[in-house]
């Protein structure tokens, strides 16, 4: 007699299986998802599995398996198939899930860090949605305890737009690519926001163990100069009074100082000027670097030392260029040659930012004669965007003095 545990009046977990074959032997599990009769969306405890074969329970709704969606997660890759389970196909006969390569075209997971562009901090709160390839739309909701992360789930693969909703109105969106082959295995993606946001004190600065508090200042928020000035210049006068009064009363400046808490160190004499030990004779005739004997008419020894070859000076790059003024490459001058030029993490680029993570390998491109008169530069697709003058843009005509950012490298255009 089958045994039958029953965890409401209708909803019961029986006998019914299934057979999931994945691609290769590793470390996989699998869960369903679907809805009971009160309309609400279960899902079940992911099992695991690590041969290329497993056999599965399956829901059953009113002794008999509803509709629902099947997930698989490759654990090591860290992307997942999801299978639409409907039990009018099956036909009478026992469920299999043959999932293939091409099926696991899902990222379990995916993070997205917004920070304040002009400082990289964590945004302190925002909205956050994702539209997928499949044109759907997740939205989550940045406070402080998350330190500038929010997490989507069960992202599909493909070009996917990030919007960030902030501060009175303000909005900024940047297009990703969410690839199944990737270094990590929970992708991370920055999305640097321009303009006023509230930022949270970084990780590292925290005490262990207690979340992070907004900034009481804004990031981009002017500092009040004009204030500024007129406290400095209170706090000079109310010293500048207390010191002739002191002065008054027979007090002399050591004294003085001495009652407004200030410590100024007694005048020590001078100590007498210690004697340099002779120097070593030194033998012309020997090398100093090598210890070896010099040739008496050359004057040079076998390590043959010479002087070094001086760096190349900042002027001799003329004509169009970009001159890195922030960053791991600030002080280095790039010439803007005739033809495209493009800019990325890649070796290959004409200007290569290997030391920059924040860099796409592809990253931007920038045209010029012959093709037009002007230089402009392209945003070829990349992660965290280019900017010009602080505005993110696809495209745009480089003006002398404009502000370019790739990554965290800043450079100016000079012409």
Sequence with gaps: MA????????????????????????????????????????TTTPVSFDGKK??????????????C??????????????????PAEAEGKPFKFDVKPAGFDRVRRVEVVVTAASTRQPAASAIVKLEDAE?????????????????????????????????????????????LEREKLVPSIEVPVVGEIETIQPAAEKEPGKAGKPSSRRAGAPINFPM??????????????????????????????????????????????????????????????????????????????????????????????????????AGSIYALEVGAVSIGREESNTIAFS???????????????PESDEFTIHDEGSSNGTFVNGVRVTEQVLRPGDEVQIGNTRLRFEA
């Design 355 to 369: 030391q920059d993570s924040t860099v796409s390998r592809r990253h931007a491109r920038i045209t010029g004669p």
């Design 54 to 67: 497993t056999t599965a329970e399956l829901p059953l709704v009113k002794d008999a398996v509803p509709k």
């Design 135 to 179: 044109k759907v739309t997740q939205t989550q909701v940045l406070d402080p305890s998350a330190e500038g992360v929010v997490r989507f789930m069960d992202v599909p693969s493909g070009t996917a737009k990030i919007t960030v909703a902030y501060g009175e109105g303000k909005t900024a969106s940047q297009d990703i690519d969410i690839s």
């Design 3 to 42: 045994v039958i545990f029953v965890l409401s009046p209708i909803v019961a977990w029986a006998a019914a299986t299934a057979t999931i074959a994945v691609p290769k032997a590793g470390d996989h599990y699998y869960w369903f998802t679907y809805t009971d009769i009160k309309g609400e969306e279960v």
């Design 228 to 329: 500024a000035l007129v406290g400095l210049a209170l706090f000079a006068a109310i010293l500048y009074a207390a010191y002739w009064l002191m002065r008054g009363r027979g007090m002399g400046f050591r004294q003085v100082m001495k009652k407004m808490g200030v410590e100024i160190p007694e005048e020590q004499p001078p100590a007498a000027p210690s004697q340099p030990a002779p120097a070593a004779p030194v033998d012309p005739s020997v090398c100093p670097f090598c210890g070896g004997k010099k040739d008496p008419a050359t004057g040079t020894c076998a390590c043959s030392v010479g002087a070094a070859p001086a760096p190349a000076a900042p002027g001799a790059v003329s004509g169009p260029r970009l001159v890195a003024t922030q960053g791991a490459y």
């Design 69 to 86: 969606r099947l997930f698989v997660l490759d654990a090591q890759a860290g992307n997942e198939a999801v299978v639409q389970v409907d």
